[in-house]
């Protein structure tokens, strides 16, 4: 099915290009073209996996992606976090623009990809032109003496070339042709399904000055740390794209579902933010040395814009409630004896979009996740904000993405905890100088230590 629709998009563009070229000859702006000074090849290099970020409306097998597309407000996001910046300027299919690329560059530093079905010179002009730094050449619809012609071209403005393969005898090819940054699409063109083994199957026969970034399907960090072995990068668009929360999306792929929890002061909600955590622990139980009333806690949100979750133990549903609307909680973590009749009590009178989260405790065998209504799952080895591991060895080959690992975790053992399969780490004592105080040293270590791949 898909070769016809990439057939359709190809032939498409070539009416699409013939269009352009009255529109906007080539020669009323080809004096204009300044060569780009941001190095594509140059920011895809170092020690750190690189990732292309992308600004994406819609795609052929998603339909709408993302309606509020703004790509002045993506590319204030990205800038925090990218290598390198993906456009996508496909009309038709993506809902794409030229327009886009500007508005992208003015507020980004780094390279801006322009990522469109380039079968023409004058696409390449136009792009750059726009402000493009790098393009994008698909061997899947290109030929080699295409792929020579127009990789010249863009190598003639300065611009960097991201060579697409979707199978062996492209990734064949692409050596041949001796391209510098070769993406991997783990999409299959024919049938649009995902396969990430392309990835691992492909990047190993690339040589050592090849840098290799794995394309389409990634869309967590556990994929990232165990594909960072095969490939230098990762360009990630569509599971950006479809969040609300821009922000925390980057930091669920880079960095994974985290929280700081037992937060008590505003300084240690911004540490916690700047270091990488999506998630804020605010400990609404009166015996815990982390408690926080009323006052501190609105003190501490100010503090950072991290999401708030609420923990609560045993505590009569409507005050779990007025807390949740007093402080615009994400979600009320139950650290108590709470049953199934509890939670639908809470479920019912809480908001739609706050989560409901269970702490189980594990001891000799992991606790059965059998309750309704519960969003995520937090396994502790006890009470919560002792600082002692259970035996993660319970985990192996279990289905964990609905679970939160906390108990004991710090830099020194964040990465085992990360590879557990865990959705989400959840800090507290590890990261602290003293109930309640954290470290902002130790925070900056464990999510650069979580970031070290």
Request: proline share 3%.
């Amino acid at each position: 099915m898909q070769e016809t629709v990439l057939k359709k998009i190809v032939d498409d563009k070539a009416i699409w290009v013939e269009a352009r070229k009255q529109q906007q000859p080539l020669a009323s702006f080809q004096n204009k073209i300044v060569p780009a000074t941001r190095n594509f090849y140059h920011a895809l290099q170092g020690a750190r996996t690189a990732f292309i970020l992308e600004c994406k409306k819609a795609s052929p097998s998603k339909g709408v992606i993302r309606d509020d597309f703004d790509p002045a407000r993506i590319a204030n996001v990205y800038k925090h976090y990218a290598s390198a910046i993906s456009v996508l300027t496909d009309e038709k299919y993506f809902q794409g623009s030229f327009d886009f690329l500007p508005i992208v560059s003015d507020i980004v530093t780094q390279p801006v990809l322009c990522k469109d079905f380039i079968i023409d010179a004058y696409q390449i002009h136009l792009a750059r032109f726009y402000q493009a730094d790098a393009c994008l050449l698909m061997l899947s619809v290109l030929d080699d003496e295409q792929y020579r012609q127009l990789a010249a071209v863009a190598h003639s403005l300065n611009m960097g070339v991201l060579t697409e393969v979707s199978n062996e005898e492209e990734l064949e090819r692409a050596i041949e042709l001796k391209a510098k940054v070769v993406g991997i699409n783990n999409r299959d063109l024919r049938d649009l399904s995902i396969d990430l083994n392309r990835t691992r199957q492909l990047a190993p026969r690339l040589g050592h000055g090849v840098t290799v970034i794995s394309e389409s399907g990634i869309s967590n960090y556990g994929q990232i740390r165990e594909l960072s072995h095969f490939a230098n990068g990762f360009l990630i668009g569509s599971a950006l794209m479809g969040e609300d929360d821009l922000n925390a999306a980057v930091r669920r792929v880079t960095l994974g579902n985290n929280k700081v929890c037992g937060l008590t002061r505003a300084q240690d909600a911004r540490a916690a933010y700047e270091a990488g955590a999506i998630y804020g622990g605010l400990i609404f139980v009166t015996t815990s040395p982390r408690f926080v009333s009323d006052e501190t806690a609105a003190a501490v949100i100010a503090g950072a814009p991290l999401k708030y979750a609420g923990v609560f133990r045993n505590t009569p549903v409507n005050e779990v409630v007025q807390k949740t609307e007093t402080f615009s909680l994400n979600a009320v973590q139950l650290h108590g004896d709470e049953n199934q009749a509890y939670i639908d009590e809470l479920r019912a009178a809480l908001p739609e979009k706050v989560q409901i989260w269970k702490a189980l405790s594990v001891k000799e065998s992991l606790p059965a996740r059998d309750l309704n209504h519960v969003d995520k799952y937090l396994f502790d080895n006890g009470q919560g904000g002792s600082g002692q591991r259970f035996d993660w060895s319970l985990l192996a080959g279990q289905n964990l993405e609905n679970v939160i690992l906390a108990g004991g975790l710090g830099a020194d053992n964040c990465i085992e905890a990360a590879k557990t399969g865990c959705i989400g780490l959840d800090f507290n004592s590890g990261v602290e100088s003293a109930p309640g105080i954290k470290d902002a040293n130790k925070l900056a270590a464990v999510f650069q230590t979580l970031r070290a791949y």
